[in-house]
């Protein structure tokens, strides 16, 4: 690429050319936020996905949100800025050992996090996000027990929130899992004015310290409606960049990992999407998401009743 190149303004320029629209999940880097046409978590960023009348769909996230965003919407060119940019919860459930879980469990009820694969979503019941999990598992018929994957901190804090009878896949994320209690409550010490608003991906160590347990869309109303000034963020740090935006006033401390810095809520799959590899992605059509048929079918019924249940 030319290093005298305007990216934002390429950017731009190339988004107007192919009827794209450009979705950005609230873990990308500010600048990627900045330029989106929309900023969401990944069921904020689904029902765009479902509802656009662009030709293009560039999503900026992680892998599996590209593909949800093929799998709701399949005449559309999805690209994501690098098809590298994977995710440690898709990576702990491969499809065939969940196949074999739910073998094992047939009476069960499979429900599973969005951040997952289109082959373990297709052999699931119902797909759930951090923001609607607790909603939909709710509805589901008292008498039946759940298998719920891939996060087993998001499930286990889904179990004391419904009080279901859940067994759970022993996943998790490498952001999430990182953060240090002994760091946070020195931290704390130091402001003792702060709330704490974690991710229920976080382990019960630092859920236990929490002042506000949310998925990133909660997280981010809880900090805007609060009269608090100051508050500690236990989830990946670039949802502050929103909350600085939103409430400048405030001050907002990324949650520390065990050497008391925050380098560890840094994920590595979605620092891999810049703006350059955005820019080539919109001129190149690649790489381009694509999901066999009869695979998106599967995938889409679970997709589907997600969307009727958080209504
Ligand atoms: O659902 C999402 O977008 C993720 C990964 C987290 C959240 O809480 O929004």
Same mark, same amino acid.
């Given at each position: 690429?030319?290093?005298?190149?305007?990216?934002?303004?390429?950017?731009?320029?190339?988004?107007?050319?192919?009827?794209?629209?450009?979705?950005?999940?609230?873990?990308?880097?500010?600048?990627?936020?900045?330029?989106?046409?929309?900023?969401?978590?990944?069921?904020?960023?689904?029902?765009?996905?479902?509802?656009?009348?662009?030709?293009?769909?560039?999503?900026?996230?992680?892998?599996?949100?590209?593909?949800?965003?093929?799998?709701?919407?399949?005449?559309?060119?999805?690209?994501?800025?690098?098809?590298?940019?994977?995710?440690?919860?898709?990576?702990?459930?491969?499809?065939?050992?969940?196949? @074999?879980?739910?073998?094992?469990?047939?009476?069960?009820?499979?429900?599973?996090?969005?951040?997952?694969?289109?082959?373990?979503?297709?052999?699931?019941?119902?797909?759930?996000?951090? %923001?609607?999990?607790?909603?939909?598992?709710?509805?589901?018929?008292?008498?039946?027990?759940?298998?719920?994957?891939?996060?087993?901190?998001?499930?286990?804090?889904?179990?004391?929130?419904?009080?279901?009878?859940?067994?759970?896949?022993?996943?998790?994320?490498?952001?999430?899992?990182?953060? %240090?209690?002994?760091?946070?409550?020195?931290?704390?010490?130091?402001?003792?004015?702060?709330?704490?608003?974690?991710?229920?991906?976080?382990?019960?160590?630092?859920?236990?310290?929490?002042?506000?347990?949310?998925?990133?869309?909660?997280?981010?109303?809880?900090?805007?409606?609060?009269?608090?000034?100051?508050?500690?963020?236990?989830?990946?740090?670039?949802?502050?960049?929103?909350?600085?935006?939103? @409430?400048?006033?405030?001050?907002?401390?990324?949650?520390?990992?065990?050497?008391?810095?925050? %380098?560890?809520?840094?994920?590595?799959?979605?620092?891999?999407?810049?703006?350059?590899?955005?820019?080539?992605?919109?001129?190149?059509?690649?790489?381009?998401?694509?999901?066999?048929?009869?695979?998106?079918?599967?995938?889409?019924?679970?997709?589907?009743?997600?969307?009727?249940?958080?209504?």
């Amino acid at each position: 690429i030319d290093p005298t190149l305007d990216l934002v303004a390429e950017i731009d320029r190339l988004r107007k050319e192919r009827n794209a629209v450009i979705l950005a999940h609230y873990y990308q880097e500010g600048e990627i936020q900045d330029l989106a046409d929309f900023v969401g978590d990944s069921l904020d960023l689904s029902r765009k996905a479902a509802a656009t009348d662009a030709d293009m769909i560039v999503f900026c996230g992680v892998r599996f949100m590209g593909e949800v965003a093929k799998i709701l919407s399949p005449s559309k060119l999805v690209v994501i800025p690098d098809s590298e940019a994977g995710c440690s919860l898709e990576e702990s459930c491969r499809p065939e050992p969940f196949r @074999a879980f739910r073998e094992k469990h047939p009476d069960h009820i499979a429900v599973t996090y969005i951040n997952c694969s289109a082959e373990v979503k297709a052999l699931s019941d119902v797909i759930v996000t951090s %923001s609607n999990a607790e909603a939909i598992i709710s509805q589901l018929p008292a008498d039946r027990p759940i298998l719920f994957a891939p996060d087993r901190h998001l499930g286990a804090y889904m179990q004391k929130k419904t009080g279901r009878d859940m067994t759970l896949w022993p996943g998790s994320c490498i952001i999430h899992e990182q953060f %240090s209690e002994k760091e946070l409550v020195k931290l704390k010490v130091r402001h003792p004015k702060a709330l704490v608003a974690a991710h229920p991906e976080c382990p019960d160590s630092i859920l236990n310290h929490a002042d506000h347990v949310g998925s990133t869309r909660n997280i981010l109303d809880f900090v805007l409606a609060s009269s608090a000034k100051e508050f500690i963020i236990a989830t990946e740090q670039h949802i502050i960049h929103q909350m600085s935006k939103a @409430a400048p006033d405030k001050t907002f401390i990324p949650a520390p990992g065990a050497d008391g810095g925050c %380098s560890c809520s840094n994920c590595p799959f979605m620092a891999r999407n810049t703006l350059e590899k955005i820019y080539l992605c919109l001129k190149n059509d690649a790489p381009a998401i694509t999901v066999p048929e009869d695979l998106r079918v599967a995938a889409l019924k679970p997709l589907e009743r997600m969307l009727e249940m958080s209504k």
